[in-house]
C-alpha cells in the first residue's frame, strides 16, 4: 500500500524580552533541549553569518506528539535522540509542560499543540487520548482534497496562538492533497518583562560590529544595574562571557554568550553549548555591578528540520519504506516535511528594578562597562527545568 504522508511543523514566537534546582541527571527538560541545541549547532554551522533562532523545546514538542504513533525501530530513534526512557515518559512530560505554562511563571509561556487530520482519517485512540492527556493537544479534522482551505485553517489557528507574531506557517502547496493525512503542530508564545528595566532614554545608536567584520551602527540599550556575569572556557580553551538577564518573575532569564576576544567568532564556542554547560554556568556567574550595553534586536527565522534530525538519527520518521507510525493509524504514513519558524523581539521593555537588587552590591570604584557589540549568542531558559525555551545567534542586530 502506498505511504500517506504526514506533516509535521513547529511555529514559535517570542515577544520582547525578560531557586535553580537541578539534579546532576539531565531532566526531562533538559534532555529535549539538548536534542534542540544539537539541531540549532547544525543550523549555524550552515549559517554562520545569519540571524538563526530556534526553540529546542519546540523541536522536542513535536517528536514527543509524534512518539506515541511510533513503534520499533521508528520509536527508538527518537527515544535515542532525545534520551527518553523507553517506558513512560509522558508522565514527566505532562509534568513539564505543567511547569512550563504554570501561573507561577509570572512572565507569559504559552505552548499549545494541535493535530490537523485529514476528514475520515483512522487514529488510533491511544494515540489522540495520550497526546490529548499529556500536552493539551486539540484535535482537528479538516479537508486536504483543498490544500488551500486548510492551509488557511491551520495558519489561523497558528497567528492566534502566536498573538499574530507568525501569521503564517504554511504554504498550500506543501499539502498533498491526495497523500496528507495528519498535520501536527506546536507553537510557543513567550513575553518577558526585564526585572530590570532598560530605560528608553538610555538607548544610543553606538557601533556593532557584524559577523563579517563589517561595523554599523544599532540601537543599544544600557542600564548601570547588578547582574550575575561569569567567564567560562571550552575545552579548547577559548573563553567567553555569560551575562544572565532574569525576566521579572525569575524563573525565566536570557543568557547571553559572548567570546571574550575579539577575533574568536562564535562559530567556536556554538559546539561547546549544551544544557550540561549551560547548569555549569551558573557555579561560575556572580553578582556584579556593570554598566551593560546590549543592542534591541528583532530576529526570525524558518527551519526546515530534516536535514539536521537525520543526522541526529532520526531518519526513519521521512522515509516511506521505513517510517513505522502503526499506533497513530493503520495506514501506513510518514513524515513529508518538518519545520519550525521563530520570531523574537528584545526591547527596553520590563518592570523597574526591586531596590533591593540593585542595593546587593556597592561598587568602590566606578562600574566596569560590558559592551555586547559584536555576534553573540542568547538562550532563553526555564531555570526551576532546565527548559532551552529558545535560542539564537544573532549576528546583525
Same mark, same amino acid.
Request: some cysteine; hydrophobic content about 40%; aromatic content about 8%.
Given at each position: 500500500?502506498?505511504?500517506?504522508?504526514?506533516?509535521?511543523?513547529?511555529?514559535?514566537?517570542?515577544?520582547?524580552?525578560?531557586?535553580?534546582?537541578?539534579?546532576?541527571?539531565?531532566?526531562?527538560?533538559?534532555?529535549?533541549?539538548?536534542?534542540?541545541?544539537?539541531?540549532?549547532?547544525?543550523?549555524?554551522?550552515? =549559517?554562520?553569518?545569519?540571524?538563526? #533562532? %530556534?526553540?529546542?523545546?519546540? $523541536?522536542? *514538542?513535536?517528536? &514527543?506528539?509524534?512518539?506515541?504513533? +511510533?513503534?520499533?525501530?521508528?520509536?527508538?530513534?527518537?527515544?535515542?535522540?532525545?534520551?527518553?526512557?523507553?517506558?513512560?515518559?509522558?508522565?514527566?512530560?505532562?509534568?513539564?509542560?505543567?511547569?512550563?505554562?504554570? =501561573?507561577?511563571?509570572?512572565?507569559? #509561556? %504559552?505552548?499549545?499543540?494541535? $493535530?490537523? *487530520?485529514?476528514? &475520515?482519517?483512522?487514529?488510533?485512540? +491511544?494515540?489522540?487520548?495520550?497526546?490529548?492527556?499529556?500536552?493539551?493537544?486539540?484535535?482537528?479534522?479538516?479537508?486536504?482534497?483543498?490544500?488551500?482551505?486548510?492551509?488557511?485553517?491551520?495558519?489561523?489557528?497558528?497567528?492566534?496562538?502566536?498573538?499574530?507574531?507568525?501569521?503564517?506557517?504554511?504554504?498550500?502547496?506543501?499539502?498533498?492533497?491526495?497523500?496528507?493525512?495528519?498535520?501536527?503542530?506546536?507553537?510557543?508564545?513567550?513575553?518577558?518583562?526585564?526585572?530590570?528595566?532598560?530605560?528608553?532614554?538610555?538607548?544610543?545608536?553606538?557601533?556593532?560590529?557584524?559577523?563579517?567584520?563589517?561595523?554599523?551602527?544599532?540601537?543599544?540599550?544600557?542600564?548601570?544595574?547588578?547582574?550575575?556575569?561569569?567567564?567560562?572556557?571550552?575545552?579548547?580553551?577559548?573563553?567567553?562571557?555569560?551575562?544572565?538577564?532574569?525576566?521579572?518573575?525569575?524563573?525565566?532569564?536570557?543568557?547571553?554568550?559572548?567570546?571574550?576576544?575579539?577575533?574568536?567568532?562564535?562559530?567556536?564556542?556554538?559546539?561547546?553549548?549544551?544544557?550540561?554547560?549551560?547548569?555549569?554556568?551558573?557555579?561560575?556567574?556572580?553578582?556584579?555591578?556593570?554598566?551593560?550595553?546590549?543592542?534591541?534586536?528583532?530576529?526570525?527565522?524558518?527551519?526546515?528540520?530534516?536535514?539536521?534530525?537525520?543526522?541526529?538519527?532520526?531518519?526513519?520518521?521521512?522515509?516511506?519504506?521505513?517510517?513505522?507510525?502503526?499506533?497513530?493509524?493503520?495506514?501506513?504514513?510518514?513524515?513529508?516535511?518538518?519545520?519550525?519558524?521563530?520570531?523574537?523581539?528584545?526591547?527596553?521593555?520590563?518592570?523597574?528594578?526591586?531596590?533591593?537588587?540593585?542595593?546587593?552590591?556597592?561598587?568602590?570604584?566606578?562600574?566596569?562597562?560590558?559592551?555586547?557589540?559584536?555576534?553573540?549568542?542568547?538562550?532563553?531558559?526555564?531555570?526551576?527545568?532546565?527548559?532551552?525555551?529558545?535560542?539564537?545567534?544573532?549576528?546583525?542586530?
Amino acid at each position: 500500500m502506498k505511504h500517506m504522508s504526514l506533516l509535521c511543523l513547529c511555529a514559535l514566537v517570542t515577544l520582547y524580552s525578560h531557586n535553580r534546582v537541578l539534579s546532576q541527571t539531565p531532566s526531562y527538560g533538559e534532555r529535549g533541549s539538548d536534542l534542540g541545541i544539537q539541531v540549532f549547532q547544525q543550523v549555524a554551522r550552515a =549559517k554562520p553569518l545569519e540571524n538563526v #533562532v %530556534l526553540s529546542p523545546h519546540g $523541536v522536542a *514538542s513535536i517528536l &514527543g506528539m509524534l512518539l506515541p504513533g +511510533a513503534h520499533g525501530e521508528t520509536r527508538k530513534q527518537i527515544l535515542n535522540a532525545v534520551r527518553y526512557k523507553k517506558n513512560g515518559p509522558y508522565k514527566m512530560l505532562k509534568k513539564l509542560h505543567k511547569n512550563l505554562t504554570g =501561573k507561577s511563571n509570572q512572565d507569559i #509561556v %504559552l505552548i499549545a499543540n494541535a $493535530v490537523f *487530520s485529514q476528514k &475520515g482519517f483512522p487514529m488510533e485512540e +491511544a494515540f489522540v487520548t495520550s497526546n490529548k492527556e499529556n500536552f493539551r493537544c486539540q484535535s482537528r479534522t479538516l479537508d486536504f482534497s483543498n490544500p488551500r482551505a486548510a492551509a488557511d485553517e491551520i495558519n489561523e489557528w497558528v497567528n492566534n496562538k502566536t498573538k499574530g507574531h507568525i501569521p503564517s506557517l504554511i504554504k498550500a502547496d506543501m499539502l498533498d492533497p491526495a497523500l496528507t493525512r495528519l498535520v501536527a503542530v506546536n507553537s510557543i508564545y513567550f513575553k518577558g518583562l526585564w526585572k530590570s528595566r532598560f530605560q528608553p532614554e538610555n538607548t544610543k545608536m553606538r557601533p556593532f560590529t557584524r559577523g563579517d567584520g563589517e561595523m554599523y551602527k544599532v540601537p543599544m540599550m544600557s542600564q548601570l544595574s547588578v547582574f550575575n556575569i561569569g567567564m567560562a572556557t571550552t575545552p579548547q580553551g577559548l573563553k567567553y562571557k555569560v551575562i544572565e538577564l532574569p525576566y521579572h518573575g525569575n524563573n525565566i532569564s536570557m543568557l547571553i554568550v559572548l567570546p571574550s576576544e575579539e577575533d574568536t567568532p562564535l562559530s567556536r564556542v556554538i559546539p561547546h553549548i549544551s544544557t550540561a554547560t549551560v547548569r555549569s554556568w551558573t557555579k561560575l556567574m556572580h553578582m556584579r555591578k556593570v554598566r551593560l550595553f546590549i543592542p534591541k534586536f528583532t530576529a526570525d527565522a524558518e527551519v526546515d528540520l530534516e536535514a539536521p534530525l537525520s543526522a541526529l538519527g532520526i531518519t526513519n520518521i521521512f522515509s516511506e519504506e521505513k517510517a513505522d507510525f502503526r499506533h497513530l493509524s493503520s495506514e501506513s504514513v510518514h513524515v513529508s516535511r518538518a519545520l519550525q519558524k521563530a520570531k523574537i523581539i528584545v526591547s527596553e521593555d520590563g518592570t523597574k528594578a526591586a531596590a533591593a537588587t540593585t542595593a546587593i552590591l556597592l561598587a568602590r570604584s566606578s562600574p566596569p562597562w560590558v559592551t555586547v557589540d559584536r555576534p553573540f549568542v542568547f538562550l532563553i531558559r526555564h531555570n526551576p527545568t532546565g527548559t532551552i525555551l529558545f535560542m539564537g545567534q544573532i549576528n546583525q542586530p
